[in-house]
């Protein structure tokens, strides 16, 4: 098992490293691991596990945001958690996890370390290569001005507490709370997996949008460069009012370890997900499966069949 587990996650890393030279998937290999992720989706709502699920479910609507169904595939059967998860404005900063049952003692002994992860999620920064040229200013989205085309991949510490590696793809133009172009990205490291992208044709940049549910930060403050190298540094306002509410005993993002506990993805979930960031960072794989799938009458995301593996 040992051995499986060491192969998934060198499978998971090269795949990783090697996202920006990939060969362009076809529209119909993508389908495969939409329907995939979807049943998967449906089988950890059985299974009572509604982090996941909403993951797996996030993660195909992030690819294709107008599938009929998603609604009900991210539904959760806990009507008090699904309560406690609509908070779109958050946006990424809510951590999906569930309560777990935990005394006094274990919330007194993980004070301490809450609090000081806490203060970590206060800053984020990632350094790294890439072929492009850019700059962007933001104090939160709403307020922002740059100019950006290339792609790069760096290590850093990212949200969610993720040290690990992140892959950047943009072509645009912004100011103030408006875009022209794409952005898109995902973060692969020691904390949730996460990937997010959008197309903005002069449209406004909102924090309900995908992008800042799953992968971006928009009440971030801070600045990116990139020529071949790239650098990253943002300040996180909504984290640093989460480890001052912690101080006092609330946990207003949901991700205090003392009450708190979130599932793993199994090896095949992973790998269905590496490839739906591969196809999020390639704007060409997605067009192109968005223009197919806009000529076929799919069944919706609900109505799948359960793998004969299934985790």
């Known amino acids: 098992m ?20 990939s060969p362009v998937r076809k529209p119909r290999e993508i389908h495969t691991h939409m ?43 806990d009507a008090q958690l699904e309560q406690r998860w609509q908070a779109p404005k958050l946006g990424v900063n809510l951590a999906l996890r569930r309560e777990a049952p935990a005394g006094w003692g274990r919330q007194v002994l993980m ?24 700059v962007d200013a933001h104090l939160t989205r709403a307020a922002q001005l740059g100019a950006e085309a290339g792609a790069s991949m760096g290590l850093g510490w990212h949200g969610q507490r993720s040290l690990g590696l992140r892959m950047h793809h943009s072509k645009q133009v912004a100011a103030g709370p408006w875009g022209q172009g794409f952005v898109s990205g995902f973060d692969q490291g020691t904390g949730d997996r996460r990937m997010g992208g959008a197309s903005f044709d002069g449209a406004e940049h909102q924090p309900e949008l995908l992008l800042y549910q799953e992968w971006r930060d928009y ?7 990139q020529l071949l190298i790239s650098a990253e540094l943002d300040l996180h306002p909504v984290q640093l009012w989460d480890f001052l509410a ?14 708190t506990q979130v599932g793993r993805l199994s090896a095949r979930e992973e790998l269905g997900m590496l490839a739906l960031r591969e196809t ?32």
Do not use: K
Request: charged share 25%.
């Open 246 to 259: 912690g101080i006092v005993g609330f946990d207003p993002l949901n991700d205090d370890r003392a009450h």
């Open 2 to 21: 040992r051995d499986v587990r060491a192969l998934c996650a060198l499978t998971l890393l090269l795949g990783s490293l090697g996202l920006a030279c």
């Open 111 to 134: 004070w301490l370390p809450d609090r000081v992860m806490d203060l970590f999620d206060v800053v984020s920064f990632d350094l790294g290569l890439g072929a492009g040229l850019g």
């Open 280 to 311: 999020l960072a390639s704007p060409q794989a997605l067009s192109e499966y968005r223009a197919w799938v806009a000529t076929r009458q799919l069944p919706p995301a609900e109505e799948v069949s359960p793998p004969a593996d299934a985790p």
């Open 35 to 77: 329907r995939g992720q979807a049943d998967a989706a449906v089988l950890r709502r059985a299974a009572g596990e509604p982090e996941l699920q909403r993951a797996l479910a996030r993660g195909v609507a992030t690819v294709d945001p107008e599938r009929e169904g998603l609604d009900a595939l991210a539904a959760l059967e």
């Open 219 to 225: 009440w971030a403050v801070g600045a990116r460069g």
